[in-house]
């Protein structure tokens, strides 16, 4: 009679150890070192909490190690474009913030160029969309072997304050030593 | 003798208490029961106007005004 009760016990505890062996093995798979979804940081955390909305992230944008994700104001004349790039060191980072500035001029007319105090090297370059209907800055900065532009799209007349540039790029400098460092 | 001392220290008192009283002056001003004593008018306050010609919305005050901008709802410069 304790027989079956022992099989039952013996087939229970199996199912909970391959659960349990289920269960861990998805969350390995979801902290692969290679998914850098959870990086970017939401401009909600500066603003009234509510103004932006994300898109889905883009994982490796342009073919390269990183992620990309769009956040647009709810009035739809603003958007926020955020690219992390997570490179092999360094070295690396420096040289794809130094190509992404030289193709800048593709979409930054008549900018102008100022440091912000933001990771290592932070610099913003403000000006018009080349058709010259959009204000845009960019902000660059590199974080260890992380390369980081954000990307400021707006109404002509009211580009974005270099204080909010600051203020968001150092909460997203943060975000990628506190995720690349784990 | 004694009558002539209390007389002279009677004239010392009466002296002395006229002497101490205080005099009418030119300026002195009489009681008039019908005089109109005029208060102070309250000063008038200056209201800063914002941007838009108003008085400054959710407290913002003069030189911002409240709209949806690159922070979402808040106080920003004109």
Redo the contacts between chains.
């Keep these: 009679m304790n027989r079956p009760l022992i099989a039952i016990g013996g087939m229970t505890a199996a199912a909970l150890l391959m659960a349990g062996m289920t269960i861990g093995g998805s969350s390995r798979a979801a902290a692969q070192p290679d998914d850098y979804s959870a990086i970017p940081v939401s401009p ?1 955390v ?6 932006y909305t994300a898109a889905a992230p883009m994982i490796n944008p342009n073919g390269q190690p990183g992620v990309t994700t769009v956040y647009t ?3 739809d004349t ?1 958007q926020i474009t955020n690219t992390i790039l997570v490179l092999p060191d360094p070295q690396a980072a420096t040289n794809a913030i130094s190509e992404i500035r030289s193709g800048l001029g593709d979409r930054v007319s008549n900018g102008r160029t100022q440091p912000a105090a933001v990771g290592t090297g932070g610099t913003v370059v403000t000006g018009t969309s080349p058709d010259g209907t959009k204000s845009v800055s960019v902000l660059l900065f590199t974080e260890g072997n992380a390369a980081g532009s954000i990307e ?1 799209e ?1 109404p002509k007349n ?1 580009s ?2 270099l204080d ?1 540039v600051v203020d968001y790029g150092q909460k997203q400098d943060t975000a990628i030593k506190d995720s690349l460092t784990t | 003798m004694r009558k002539i001392a209390m007389a002279v220290v009677a004239g010392a008192i009466l002296s002395g208490s006229l002497a101490t009283a205080q005099t009418a002056t030119a300026a002195q001003v009489t009681h008039d029961p019908n005089v109109t004593v005029y208060t102070q008018a309250p000063r008038p306050t200056v209201q800063g106007l914002d941007c838009a010609g108003g008085t400054g919305a959710m407290g913002c005050g003069p030189g911002w005004f409240w709209r ?7 106080c920003y410069p004109c």
Excluded at chain 1, 46 to 51: L, N, P, V, Y
Aim: proline fraction near 4%; charged fraction near 30%; charge should be negative.
């Design positions: 909600n500066i603003t009234d909490s509510t103004a104001h709810r009035d603003r400021f707006g009211d974005v304050p909010l | 949806d901008g690159w922070r979402g709802f808040a």
